[in-house]
């Protein structure tokens, strides 16, 4: 068992693209979920409506990055409008089976043959990237401290994923103690309630919905430059999933829920992964009964078991107040 | 007519060839191969096509070739197990022959360690350009039915669970997928953990398996749900812990069961039986026979019997219906129980329509959905209607839109639905703001 690679593969994760992926997402799902108590069941169509706009418009198109990334954001406000004029004057489940039938249909249209010439089918898109990597400040070499570190790729768009991520922070901190986040929650506590002083429900929600999807579809854009290159089933139901597990691990209706929740569970994933594949090696585990490929199903089966078990013994996660998740609404 | 009968006797006897050479190669194991034969048989005798090439392409780059023999024997031999690509050059193919499927041309198979994987590449005349688009529209209403019957079972289960609990059960297709994983697992005889017993016939094994579905469905009630509502859980909190349960489900099972698409043994290369222009295999046939009588004894027992009465007076009224006496908590453990029952029967008969993986159930979770929210959340026959009309539309629209995108055009419609008529076609109108 080699505990300084586990560990060094753990601090990495904590601070590492996916972190910062989930985080954007969560942060989103957070204006939605935690704040206006909005079931949004398909933020990975967000994630992927932003990732493919930006990726469809420099490789399919061959049209400049910036413009991509507009129409990943326009993108993404259409999407919100279109979920929410049919579903947001019904029942909370209505917009949570519709959210998650709209991002798997977003899915499979990206990932058929029939559009394959616009995004490319199961392959996704590659070769976008390259515009925003020409903009890296950091010289070519690698940034280390021991064995912890970075190359200057994963530096630069770890740096402005993480600006993102404080950003983003900011902007729902200013927002929710604005007049206007405060009557978020209060749709959250009482719909009725709120409506029946006067305020235009429907409207407050629509708006919930739109900046919570363009703040997660901002995680679109960072994974897609991050990678520098897509694929349709990353945007699959497990991705929201994800995201809610780390709402919830976090705290919802609190600003850091999020940021926390992200470095917290990717931190879990990769000391799973990692311990379980050494112990494999080391012959601690019997390759009968756990084989290598067969460890990441395992990271599926703790997500799944995470979820439930905080959901049943401490729905308000770690930074969360108990009092204020309205897990009740209708 | 003839040509088809003629196609089907083909495919019988080439089952019967592979089966034959499964039984020759399990012998000789040792390293892995792909192989097959090209033949027709043509008034039962049978054709062979020699000089035929086919492609294989693996993993790490591998591609190879080979040329079908005298009697259209052709073999690869493979340098690992992996997911390969097989594909047949009809160029060589003498004229008027073809593949009855022209979008088989490329199969991907994946090859087993130590497997010889037999592949089928069904030889004939191209059925699927002739037919008028009134026998193919006839051939989808046919199979459309029988999926939308298949919905039916898990979705009137869902629906019950939903009516009387509230909850929105998002791991109601692991239900479904563990009736078809195990029905697999006893009638092979391989189930996990425990020593081979070799295996039941297919009816015995999947009785058993939907009694184990009915145990699954108590203890899912007994163990989980029913301390939740006594602790007083949140419908949304439920719903969040019923996907957790889903997600830890579905790649548990994948771990049990591999990512591999399986057949049960004893329904493998079934024959079709046509009545006028709808050709069907005869497991199609009394697999919707067999969702009928359920479904209508399901909607009997609603009907007719005190706790199918019981059942939907909760549904209504939970608590009118404890105030008049009905044991609420009695109700709902038999809702559970007969819905995993029924989820567990639709996996059971989806195994048989489409093969056994991992996430069968959660890929038609949210055609369900879509099935319920149509017929109206909560109501019964709701359920079975949106589910019938469901099925129905998904398999008709592939006249139109291509395959691969039939799902969107149903959950299109679910969208649509909820904009024109939100509370579905039996439902009741409710709404908020």
Known sequence: ?330 | MRKRVAFFLAALVSALVVVLGMGASAAQADGESIFGFLFQTKKAERVAYPGVQITVKGPKGFSDKATSDKTGKWSVDVPGPGTYTVSIDTKALPKGVNLTDESKKSLKVPVLVDQDKPVLFPLGKSTRVVESKWSQAAQLIAEGFRFGLIMALAAVGLSLIFGTTGLTNFAHGELVTLGALLTWWISTGNLPFLPDFGGLQFFPAAAIALVLCGLFGWANDAWLWAPLRRRGTGLIAAMIVSIGLGIFLRYFYLYLFTGNTRQYPDYQGAKGIDIGPISLASVDYWSMAVAIVVLLGTILALQKTRIGKATRAVSDNPALAAASGIDVDTVIRVVWISGAMLAGLAGVLLGLAQGINFQMGFQILLLIFAAVTLGGLGTAYGALVGSIVVGMFISVSTLWIPVELKNVGALGILIVILLVRPQGILGRAQRVG
Request: include cysteine; proline fraction near 2%; charged fraction near 15%.
């Open chain 1, 1 to 330: 068992m080699d505990w300084s690679r586990i560990i060094i593969n753990a601090l990495e994760a904590s601070i590492g693209l996916q972190t910062v992926v989930f985080a954007l997402a969560a942060i989103g799902l957070n204006v939605h979920f935690g704040y206006t108590g909005l079931l949004n069941f398909g933020q990975s169509g967000f994630l992927a409506v932003a990732a493919y706009g930006l990726a469809v418009t420099v490789a399919t198109f061959d049209l400049p990055m910036w413009l991509g990334i507009l129409i990943g954001l326009a993108g993404a406000v259409v999407l919100a409008l279109l979920l929410g004029i049919p579903t947001l004057r019904l029942r909370a489940d209505y917009l949570a089976i519709v959210t998650i039938a709209a991002a798997e249909i977003i899915r499979l249209t990206v990932r058929s043959v029939t559009f394959e010439s616009t995004f490319g089918g199961s392959d996704g898109r590659q070769a976008f990237a390259g515009g925003f990597y020409d903009l890296n400040p950091y010289p070519v070499r690698e940034y280390n401290i021991g064995n912890f570190g970075f190359n200057e790729r994963q530096m630069w768009i770890l740096t402005v994923g993480w600006i993102l991520v404080a950003l983003s922070c900011l902007v729902v901190y200013l927002l929710m103690r604005s007049p206007w986040g405060r009557v978020l929650k209060a749709i959250r506590e009482d719909e009725d309630a709120v409506r029946s002083l006067g305020k235009n429900v429907y409207a407050y929600k629509m708006q919930s919905l739109i900046i919570g999807g363009v703040l997660g579809c901002l995680g679109g854009f960072v994974y897609a430059l991050g990678q520098a290159s897509i694929q349709p089933d990353i945007f699959g139901t497990d991705t929201t999933f994800f995201a809610y597990t780390i709402l919830i691990l976090g705290g919802a209706a609190r600003v850091g829920g999020p940021v926390v929740g992200a470095m917290i569970f990717w931190v879990i994933l990769s000391l799973s992964d990692n311990i379980l594949n050494e112990a494999i090696d080391a012959g601690y585990i019997s390759k009968s009964l756990i084989s290598t490929t067969q460890v990441g199903q395992f990271r599926f089966m703790i997500v799944g078991l995470l979820l439930m078990l905080l959901m049943i013994f401490r729905p308000q996660g770690i930074f969360g107040d108990r009092r204020e998740i309205a897990l009740d609404a209708r």
